[in-house]
């Protein structure tokens, strides 16, 4: 076997292989909470202790979760360390980070390293990179982010020892408008054989697919046996590794994924003039590039001022597009959904096996997706509901709502009601991320009558607490008595939507709250 020497060491001779991102973390959008994590540790050395500390963050505050990994029984951080170490000491050497913990930790950095949000190597210092800075602070969003960075992606890179050398993004967009322009869209089938391509030409893929059927993913599998050598187990080829790639291309915003008893990817033409400005941009990538982890990092980490303009530009030309009742009654309509069926997938959310024609939408997301259609079922009739996630041009989420606004806005009869939506249960987290933030926005509406809810399956009591407390301090300061505001476990929250009595209830928990506040106040005079 042919051995040749990078930065990174000692390589094998490269072949063709199958792309795929690391299944560690499906979903690309939930890596911006891992970048939240690091985003604490710049400038740190990557050492040992550095990184079992940042293990323990993402860990302990639940970014990620580990089924060997109880955090209820184990009380103090040694004690949660200690158990990080057990659970990876087998773990093998993974790229160029040693065998255990260590390892376990770079199936969470491979792919923000891959599309160059950070720079992380081992007994080295953890570098944030532009678009990853910009997306912390909410100037791009993940649609936004991720959208951006397919477009400078190279296959072969300082992370994949691969003979496949071209950008498959751009390449498959290539793949989806020219069936697009023959009326055509790509089977999940024929998607698998995509991530098989050995050279940039969309034209012989699109031969090799016109002239091939390929009715189930067993025929699939038999056919890569044959014509592309040995191949992994087959669930790892027709689903794991096919999951991972597609929820990337998902996030970008540049395809639809359409349910029609087959699942079928098209082009999102929302997106098309974003697209445009990529696709004709080249990034060449050097032969250098291509194995040194810090020069490619250099190359495909920043931001130009170009790239901005378009992002600006893509969003004002989206501004006002979508009559938002319209686009969710659509939605209804197509999955031919009612109240009873909403609040099923409201429940089922998180359960495996359960809400399959929403698969490539993360949990998070689909709680903001469903009570948003919830709420149109019932105050649709005379009320707007404005989702603020970003949707492909089915009305389908692609991701959260950007950042310093709410997730759901209901417009109508002199009211405005502002609508956090979370499945965030870490008690930290709800009170950093899902309270004060809310308060800031509604202040800047001019509406008669104001109202803000926080949902979410469980509700701390340190959250609740803070929640009435900001309630109170939110009244003294805007002298505002029409102001109201209340949160709700996930299970009140439908009981009381549902009877069309939300905003009574708001008010009048409001009402006794503070007069509560001021008689117990008053006691103490």
Excluded at 110 to 135: P, W
Excluded at 179 to 192: G, R
Aim: charged letters at 30%.
């Amino acid at each position: 076997m042919l051995l040749i020497m990078t930065r990174m060491g000692t390589r094998r001779n490269p072949e063709y292989k199958e792309l795929n991102f690391d299944t560690a973390i499906r979903n690309p959008e939930r890596l911006k909470s891992v970048l939240e994590v690091l985003n604490e540790y710049e400038g740190y050395i990557l050492n040992d202790n550095v990184i079992l500390d940042i293990l323990y963050d993402i860990y302990s505050q639940e970014v990620v979760k580990s089924d060997s990994l109880d955090l209820n029984s184990l009380k103090t951080e040694e004690a949660i360390k200690a158990k990080i170490i057990e659970i990876n000491k087998t773990r093998n050497r993974d790229g160029h980070f040693p065998k255990g913990y260590q390892s376990r930790f770079w199936t969470y950095m491979r792919t923000l390293s891959e599309f160059g949000f950070v720079y992380t190597q081992y007994n080295e210092k953890l570098i944030i990179g532009d678009v990853a800075k910009k997306l912390l602070k909410n100037v791009i969003d993940p649609q936004e982010a991720f959208g951006i960075q397919t477009m400078k992606y190279n296959w072969k890179s300082p992370y994949r020892n691969v003979s496949n050398d071209f950008n498959y993004f751009k390449f498959i967009i290539k793949v989806l408008r020219k069936l697009s322009a023959k009326n055509k869209k790509l089977s999940y089938n024929q998607f698998i054989l995509s991530l098989f391509s050995r050279e940039d030409d969309s034209d012989k893929f699109i031969e090799l697919i016109e002239n091939n059927v390929f009715p189930t993913t067993n025929s699939v599998y038999t056919y890569l046996k044959e014509n592309y050598g040995k191949q992994n187990q087959e669930n790892t080829v027709i689903n794991d590794y096919p999951d991972t790639v597609l929820r990337m291309l998902r996030i970008t915003g540049f395809v639809n994924i359409v349910n029609d008893g087959i699942l079928l990817i098209e082009i999102n033409k929302d997106t098309e003039k974003f697209v445009d400005y990529f696709m004709d941009k080249t990034y060449v990538v050097s032969e250098e590039e291509k194995l040194n982890p810090k020069d490619y990092f250099d190359k495909i980490s920043y931001l130009t001022e170009d790239e901005m303009k378009v992002v600006y530009a893509n969003r004002k030309s989206n501004v006002d597009v979508y009559d938002y009742n319209f686009v969710l009654k659509k939605v209804i309509m197509d999955y031919k959904l009612n109240q009873e069926k909403t609040l099923e997938l409201i429940n089922n959310i998180g359960v495996k096996g359960k809400n399959k024609e929403f698969k490539y939408i993360d949990d998070p997301l689909q709680f903001e997706f469903f009570i948003s259609i919830l709420l149109y079922l019932v105050y649709g009739d005379s009320f707007s509901i404005k989702p603020n996630y970003k949707t492909d041009s089915y009305g389908i989420p692609i991701s959260h709502a950007p950042g310093n606004c709410g997730d759901i806005e209901v417009v109508g009869k002199g009211k405005y009601w502002l609508i956090e939506v979370t499945l965030i249960r870490n008690k930290a987290q709800q009170l950093n991320y899902e309270t004060s933030n809310l308060f800031r926005h509604i202040s800047d509406t001019p509406w008669d009558e104001k109202y803000m809810s926080l949902i979410a399956p469980v509700i701390h009591e340190d959250t609740h607490r803070f929640f009435n407390a900001l309630i109170i301090d939110y009244i003294q300061d805007h002298s505002d008595n029409s102001f109201s505001a209340k949160c709700y476990k996930k299970e009140e929250f439908n009981k009381i939507c549902v009877e069309k009595n939300i905003f009574e209830d708001m008010k009048q928990y409001t009402k006794d709250y503070e007069k509560n506040i001021f008689d117990i106040l008053k006691n103490l005079m």
